[in-house]
């Protein structure tokens, strides 16, 4: 009998260790990413209870969040920052795991660096105390988020409720000025940010076949504010030429053994989904959040909505939302003055993110009321887009060309919104307070529109902007 699983349920069955009689799943863990933030309290459990890290060959350290992306020098001038490095400095030392240090060219975003370096692969299992582990399901693994890193860390193994599996087709080509970051935004806006719960997602359909690899970790990376537990996208050659090489990935003939098992772990034709929702890629255009939850987006040559077009029980979320965001229903998006440009983030960083930005930015000037920043997401990307000389287009433009980091996705780092200024960023989040003021304010949008909002000085239709090259 041919196997009708998909993707998710053959993964999850190769890892089950045990169900336990509650019905919850004790499953094996492949790649554990560590980060600064989240895994000094786990490491004071493991001494405090005398454990060691179960399999450190399968655990990678980076560090992220806290770091600055202008002045790196050491101490660091926030003391908590400080303190954090010292930690998983002494933490991966103590414990024998391998961390992408400030000093190694490795290190960057967590959700950059594992696939830059090889180390996520089809068919995996990836946790990491981040909920934008999902990110991997790019590559056709599970990545999920955990709160509970040292139970990770001493047991290699998280107790998961088994979600279900909903199939997101779309189909067609994107129009011009249509990016992945695009695509995610829309489905999440039709979704809702609770429409995943319970659910992983399978990304599928002729508009993810056609992305390149970057752009289909975009879509997954913004799974979980779909409310979904993880999401992903089947193995296909793609996948398997974007491994090829990579130092950590398998080498020769171990990796054509392997892209051979990759490549089988992909759904089968025939498998079957607890439910399938479908779009079409006609219908997308460039997508911009308007709101304080990442569902809360408008095409931006369309109107914010009406209270009155709404149901009853949304109209107090669009309500505060809109007093939130000094904004008024009815009104166009676009030409809102902004203060900020972000590019970066484990959503949009990677070199692909940096070339489309510098792209629009040739031949530009930001406006001279914009502050606007460019975080590339591993020093890799960094090296990578200043032999291609794009810093050099960044700074001539007016952008700050900086180090590898989280930045202002989260502010955890000197990299914050002063009072409410108005952020265009390509990062993933836009809840209150989330860029580092309490009255700060995010729209979300893809790096092209990053760039020409902040040439522009304003939210604008990346399909009307003129690009010179
Ligand atoms: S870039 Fe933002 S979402 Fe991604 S890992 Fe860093 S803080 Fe988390």
Redesign the pocket.
Known sequence: MSDKRNLFNKVWDLHTVRTLPGGQTQLFIGLHLI?EVTSPQAFQILRERGLKVAFPQRTIATV??IVPTDNQLRPFRDELAEEMMAAIEKNCADFGVTLLNLSDNRQG???VVGPEQGLTQPGMTIVCG???TSTHGAFGAIGIGTSNVAEVLATQTMFLNRPKVRRVVVNGQLGPGVYAKDVILYIIQKLGVQGGVGYAYEFAGSTFDAMSMEERMTVC?MSIEGGARCGYINPDQKTVDYLRGRPLAPQGTDFDRAAAWWLSMASAADAQFDDVVEFSAADIEPTVTWGITPAQSVAVSTPLPRLTQVPAEEQKLIREALEFMGLQEGQPLQGTRIDVAFI????N?RISDLREAARVVQGHKVAAHVKAIVVP?SQQVRQQAMQEGLDRIFEAAGFEWRAAG??M??A?NPDKLQGRQLCASS???NFKGRQGSPTGRTLLMSPAMVAAAAVQGMVTDIRHFHIHS
């Open positions: 980060h992220d969040h975003i967590v959700h981040d909920s934008h990376n970066g983030s484990c959503t960083s997401g989280c930045s996705c989260l955890m990062s993933n989040r």
